[in-house]
C-alpha cells in the first residue's frame, strides 16, 4: 500500500531564504508525482508534474526532482518570498490502471517578511 | 488548458437540509472525476470516484447514500450531502484527470459549514 510522507510538516524561514520540501514514498511503482500549492481555505494549484521517467521540473523559482528507487522527491523553492506561504502538498499515481492520488499531509510554509 | 469549474465556493446551510456541489469541465471531457474532502489541518481524503455514466466507487467508511455523486454527463459531476450534520462541515474539493496532459485539474473547492 503506497503511502507519501511530507518532512517537515511545518516550515518557517525568513525571506530570501532558498528552502527544500521533502516528499517520500514506500512504493516505487509509480505513475507520476506532482506538486501542489494550497493557500487556506482555498482550493489547489498544480505547481509542477513529475513523470516517472523523468529526473525533475522547473518552473520559475520552484524545482522538483524525483528520485523512485530511494522513493523521494524534493521541491527547491529558491529566494523564497512572503507569497510562497502556503501549504505545500504532493502526491503519487501508482502505476496501472488505478487513478487515484495518494496524498502527503503537506508542509505548512511561512515565508516571514 | 483544461478547467474544472466548482460551485458554491462557500455554503453554510442548516442541519438536515441538502447541499448540492457542482463540477463542471471547461474544455474538456472528464471521463473520471474523484471527490476529495480536507478536514483542518489534514491531506486530502477520497471519498469516491466517478465514472461517467455508471455508478460512483466510494471508499471504506464514505456513505454512499449521504454522499449522492451523479456524473451524468462528461462535463458535470455533483456531490449532494444529503441530511447534513456539522460533522460533515469541511472542504470538499473535485478532481478531474487531465487524459491530454496525464495530471489532474482541480475544482477550486467548495467550504461547506453545516450550522
Known amino acids: 500500500k503506497q503511502e507519501v510522507t511530507q518532512i517537515p510538516a511545518a516550515l518557517s524561514v525568513p525571506e530570501g531564504e532558498n528552502l527544500v520540501l521533502n516528499c517520500s514514498f514506500t512504493d516505487s511503482a509509480i505513475y507520476n508525482l506532482q506538486w501542489f500549492r494550497q493557500d487556506p481555505g482555498k482550493g489547489l494549484t498544480s505547481l509542477l508534474l513529475?513523470?516517472?521517467s523523468q529526473r525533475e521540473q522547473t518552473s520559475g523559482r520552484l524545482n522538483a526532482s524525483l528520485d523512485k528507487s530511494s522513493g523521494r522527491s524534493t521541491l527547491y523553492i529558491a529566494a523564497s518570498q512572503p507569497g510562497d506561504s502556503a501549504t505545500y502538498l504532493c502526491a503519487v499515481r501508482n502505476a496501472g490502471n488505478n487513478r487515484k492520488l495518494i496524498w502527503g499531509l503537506g508542509t505548512s510554509l511561512a515565508v516571514n517578511p | 488548458g483544461a478547467v474544472v469549474s466548482q460551485h458554491p465556493s462557500r455554503v453554510i446551510c442548516k442541519s438536515g437540509t441538502s447541499v448540492k456541489i457542482e463540477c463542471r469541465s471547461l474544455?474538456?471531457?472528464?471521463?473520471?472525476m474523484f471527490w476529495y474532502r480536507q478536514f483542518p489541518k489534514k491531506s486530502l481524503m477520497l471519498m469516491a470516484t466517478s465514472n461517467e455514466g455508471s455508478k460512483a466507487t466510494y471508499e471504506q467508511g464514505v456513505e454512499k447514500d449521504k454522499f449522492l455523486i451523479n456524473h451524468a454527463s462528461l462535463t458535470l459531476s455533483t456531490l449532494t450531502v444529503t441530511s447534513a450534520h456539522p460533522e460533515d462541515s469541511s472542504f470538499y474539493i473535485c478532481?478531474?484527470?487531465?487524459?491530454?496532459?496525464?495530471?489532474?485539474?482541480f475544482g477550486s473547492g467548495t467550504r461547506l459549514t453545516v450550522v
Open positions: 513529475i513523470q516517472s
Open positions: 478532481i478531474s484527470r487531465d487524459e491530454a496532459n496525464y495530471g489532474y485539474t
Open positions: 474544455d474538456f471531457q472528464a471521463t473520471t
